[in-house]
C-alpha cells in the first residue's frame, strides 16, 4: 500500500475520486459538494487555518485508489478538552482493517507531533453543521451535510480502539401535518401574540446586525456547555456567502424580548436532492445551470433544521413553538416543502431532544463522534449532559 499526501491539482482529484470508488454500487449514497470541501482546506477561505493547520492522504494499493483521511487542530478546539485533542475526518476506505489501520495511524502520528492527545472524527475542519459523525443506524440518502458511509465503517472505528463520544440525533417532522398536537400550536400563537415579543427572519440586506444577534444567543445559549466554542463573526459571514445556494431568508427566524435577542432558529435546504440527480459534486457551468434549473423547478421538497437555541430565562417558555408558528405560515405558502428534518441533536442535549418529540417528530438516524485517546491506559470520559 501506498499513502500519498495530498498535495497539487492531480492528488485532489485523487481525493475527491475515493468515494466514487467506495459508493459506486451504492444507490443511498449522495456525492458532497467538491467546492465546499476544498473551501475547508483553503487557509484563504478557512479562519481555521490563523489557529491550527490540516492535512490530507489518500492511500493507493497496486495503483488502485482504496482510501483517504484528512487530519486537523485547531488551537479553539483542541484546548476545550482534558488533553490537547485534533481531528480527523473525510475519511473513505474499502472494507480491509489493514487499509483503514494505516490512514488512522498516518492521522494519529501528524496530530501527535502536533502535540495532541487525542482525536475525534470523523468530523469537519469547520462548524458542526456538515460533514459531522459518523453514521450508525438511518442508512439511507442523507440530507444535505450529513455524513452517510457504510455500515462496516463502525467496525473500523471500534477495532481501532475510538470510543463513542457522543450520539446525534436526527428527526423528521412536518409541520404542517394537522395531526400535530394541538396544545403545540395553542402554545405558539398564545406566545407569538404576547406584549414585548417579536419574530423576525432573516435578511441578507441585514445581514450584519442578523450575525451579531446570533453570536450573542450561541453564547448565552451554548456557553454553559463544557465544550462550548464561540464562533466568530469572520466565520459566520464566510459561511452565508458560501451557503447562499441552500439559505432561503425565511426559513432563518429569530426571537426577540423587548428588542433583545433571546431565541434563533435555521433550517437550509437539501440541496442533496439535486445533487443526487446531477450524480456528481464536481459542478461544471452546465451542471450549475441545471441545479440552478432544478432548484426553481422545486426539486427541493426538504429542509435541514441545523440550529434552534433560546437562551437561558427564556428556556421552556414556548418560544421553539412560537417560531415554529410563523415558519409554518411560510412552509403553507410554500407548499412543495414537506418535510423539515432536524439534525443533529447531541445526546448530551436531553432537552432538546424531548422538545422535538414532544413536537411530534420521529428519529430517522444516528450519527456517532468518536474519540482514540493517545495514551490507551487513560479513562475514557463521555461528553458531559447538559443540565
Same mark, same amino acid.
Given at each position: 500500500?501506498?499513502?500519498?499526501?495530498?498535495?497539487?491539482?492531480?492528488?485532489?482529484?485523487?481525493?475527491?475520486?475515493?468515494?466514487?470508488? #467506495?459508493?459506486?454500487?451504492?444507490?443511498?449514497?449522495?456525492?458532497?459538494?467538491?467546492?465546499?470541501?476544498?473551501?475547508?482546506?483553503?487557509?484563504?477561505?478557512?479562519?481555521?487555518?490563523? !489557529?491550527?493547520?490540516?492535512?490530507?492522504?489518500?492511500?493507493?494499493?497496486?495503483?488502485?485508489?482504496?482510501?483517504?483521511?484528512?487530519?486537523?487542530?485547531?488551537? +479553539?478546539?483542541?484546548?476545550?478538552?482534558?488533553?490537547?485533542?485534533?481531528?480527523?475526518?473525510?475519511?473513505?476506505?474499502?472494507?480491509?482493517?489493514?487499509?483503514?489501520?494505516?490512514?488512522?495511524?498516518?492521522?494519529?502520528?501528524?496530530?501527535?507531533?502536533?502535540?495532541?492527545?487525542?482525536?475525534?472524527?470523523?468530523?469537519?475542519?469547520?462548524?458542526?453543521?456538515?460533514?459531522?459523525?459518523?453514521?450508525? +443506524?438511518?442508512?439511507?440518502?442523507?440530507?444535505?451535510?450529513?455524513?452517510?458511509?457504510?455500515?462496516?465503517?463502525?467496525?473500523?472505528?471500534?477495532?481501532?480502539?475510538?470510543?463513542?463520544?457522543?450520539?446525534?440525533?436526527?428527526?423528521?417532522?412536518?409541520?404542517?401535518?394537522?395531526?400535530?398536537?394541538?396544545?403545540?400550536?395553542?402554545?405558539?400563537?398564545?406566545?407569538?401574540?404576547?406584549?414585548?415579543?417579536?419574530?423576525?427572519?432573516?435578511?441578507?440586506?441585514?445581514?450584519?446586525?442578523?450575525?451579531?444577534?446570533?453570536?450573542?444567543?450561541?453564547?448565552?445559549?451554548?456557553?454553559?456547555?463544557?465544550?462550548?466554542?464561540?464562533?466568530?463573526?469572520?466565520?459566520?459571514?464566510?459561511?452565508?456567502?458560501?451557503?447562499? #445556494?441552500?439559505?432561503?431568508?425565511?426559513?432563518?427566524?429569530?426571537?426577540?424580548?423587548?428588542? !433583545?435577542?433571546?431565541?434563533?432558529?435555521?433550517?437550509?435546504?437539501?440541496?442533496?436532492?439535486?445533487?443526487?440527480?446531477?450524480?456528481?459534486?464536481?459542478?461544471?457551468?452546465?451542471?450549475?445551470?441545471?441545479?440552478?434549473?432544478?432548484?426553481?423547478?422545486?426539486?427541493?421538497?426538504?429542509?435541514?433544521?441545523?440550529?434552534?437555541?433560546?437562551?437561558?430565562?427564556?428556556?421552556?417558555?414556548?418560544?421553539?413553538?412560537? #417560531?415554529?408558528?410563523?415558519?409554518?405560515?411560510?412552509?403553507?405558502?410554500?407548499?412543495?416543502?414537506?418535510?423539515?428534518?432536524?439534525?443533529?441533536?447531541?445526546?448530551?442535549?436531553?432537552?432538546?431532544?424531548?422538545?422535538?418529540?414532544?413536537?411530534?417528530?420521529?428519529?430517522?438516524?444516528?450519527?456517532?463522534?468518536?474519540?482514540?485517546?493517545?495514551?490507551?491506559?487513560?479513562?475514557?470520559?463521555?461528553?458531559?449532559?447538559?443540565?
Amino acid at each position: 500500500m501506498e499513502l500519498i499526501q495530498v498535495t497539487g491539482k492531480y492528488l485532489i482529484d485523487d481525493f475527491h475520486k475515493v468515494p466514487e470508488q #467506495i459508493y459506486k454500487d451504492d444507490p443511498n449514497w449522495i456525492p458532497q459538494l467538491r467546492m465546499m470541501i476544498e473551501d475547508t482546506f483553503d487557509p484563504a477561505k478557512n479562519a481555521r487555518f490563523q !489557529k491550527g493547520d490540516a492535512r490530507r492522504w489518500v492511500l493507493k494499493q497496486n495503483g488502485k485508489l482504496i482510501g483517504r483521511i484528512a487530519a486537523f487542530y485547531d488551537e +479553539d478546539y483542541s484546548s476545550g478538552y482534558d488533553q490537547p485533542t485534533g481531528c480527523c475526518g473525510f475519511f473513505e476506505c474499502i472494507n480491509d482493517k489493514k487499509a483503514a489501520f494505516k490512514l488512522f495511524d498516518t492521522a494519529h502520528d501528524w496530530l501527535k507531533e502536533k502535540g495532541m492527545e487525542a482525536m475525534d472524527g470523523p468530523i469537519n475542519f469547520d462548524e458542526n453543521f456538515f460533514f459531522w459523525g459518523l453514521l450508525k +443506524d438511518g442508512f439511507q440518502p442523507q440530507t444535505f451535510g450529513m455524513q452517510y458511509n457504510p455500515a462496516y465503517f463502525n467496525e473500523l472505528f471500534e477495532a481501532y480502539g475510538f470510543k463513542t463520544y457522543y450520539d446525534q440525533y436526527s428527526y423528521s417532522l412536518d409541520i404542517t401535518n394537522p395531526d400535530l398536537p394541538e396544545r403545540f400550536w395553542k402554545i405558539a400563537e398564545w406566545v407569538a401574540q404576547k406584549p414585548g415579543y417579536t419574530f423576525e427572519h432573516f435578511s441578507f440586506k441585514n445581514q450584519d446586525k442578523c450575525i451579531r444577534d446570533f453570536l450573542e444567543i450561541h453564547e448565552k445559549a451554548w456557553g454553559n456547555h463544557g465544550n462550548y466554542k464561540p464562533i466568530e463573526f469572520r466565520l459566520l459571514k464566510d459561511l452565508l456567502t458560501s451557503a447562499k #445556494i441552500i439559505l432561503d431568508e425565511e426559513f432563518i427566524w429569530y426571537a426577540y424580548h423587548d428588542g !433583545k435577542p433571546i431565541a434563533f432558529f435555521m433550517q437550509i435546504l437539501d440541496l442533496n436532492q439535486i445533487l443526487k440527480k446531477l450524480k456528481t459534486g464536481k459542478l461544471n457551468l452546465w451542471q450549475g445551470l441545471k441545479l440552478l434549473y432544478l432548484k426553481k423547478r422545486r426539486t427541493i421538497t426538504r429542509c435541514r433544521v441545523i440550529v434552534l437555541g433560546v437562551i437561558p430565562g427564556y428556556q421552556g417558555k414556548g418560544i421553539e413553538s412560537a #417560531i415554529f408558528h410563523h415558519l409554518k405560515k411560510v412552509m403553507l405558502r410554500k407548499s412543495w416543502y414537506n418535510d423539515m428534518e432536524m439534525s443533529w441533536i447531541g445526546d448530551f442535549n436531553p432537552k432538546m431532544n424531548a422538545m422535538f418529540k414532544s413536537f411530534g417528530a420521529d428519529r430517522t438516524n444516528t450519527h456517532s463522534t468518536l474519540r482514540y485517546l493517545f495514551d490507551r491506559e487513560k479513562e475514557f470520559v463521555r461528553a458531559p449532559i447538559i443540565e
